[in-house]
């Protein structure tokens, strides 16, 4: 038997098809936890927040950790040019209206498809999060 008609036993893998968090690496965890805390309206004191991560309330299985790394270091942020994540809307105008008049940065205007709408912001270590629909 040759080696393209060879085939693998299929070994069921320990590693689950699910997502379990999202970390999101910052370089001011203070600053970063404002950031998405108030774009989610979610309720912080910031005397709590303490490095290296934060863990923001988020609804479903999958989390959101801002993580600053160890204690006393500052990390250098290479951001992705794209989005790695995003979070969800029912509303895209109504979303892009509420981002805009927080006087975040908006990254790319509402594109629209025959299924589902989105738009992208960048938060303080300038990665793109996509804001979406659908």
């Not at 910052?26 to 309206?41: F, G, I, M, P």
């Not at 738009?119 to 996509?130: A, L, W």
């Amino acid at each position: 038997m040759n080696r393209k008609t060879k085939r693998r036993v299929k070994i069921p893998s320990p590693v689950f098809n699910k997502m379990n968090t999202v970390f999101i690496h910052v370089s001011n965890l203070k600053s970063s936890v404002k950031w998405y805390s108030e774009l989610l309206s979610q309720e912080y004191k910031m005397s709590e927040v303490k490095d290296p991560v934060y863990n923001l309330n988020i609804d479903g299985e999958t989390g959101l950790t801002l993580d600053a790394g160890p204690e006393g270091t500052e990390k250098q942020i290479a951001a992705s040019l794209h989005p790695i994540f995003n979070f969800h809307t029912e509303d895209i105008k109504e979303a892009y209206e509420f981002v805009k008049g927080m006087d975040y940065t908006i990254e790319s205007p509402i594109t629209s498809f025959d299924d589902f709408s989105f738009f992208t912001i960048k938060d303080p270590d300038g990665h793109v999060v996509m804001i979406c629909t659908g």
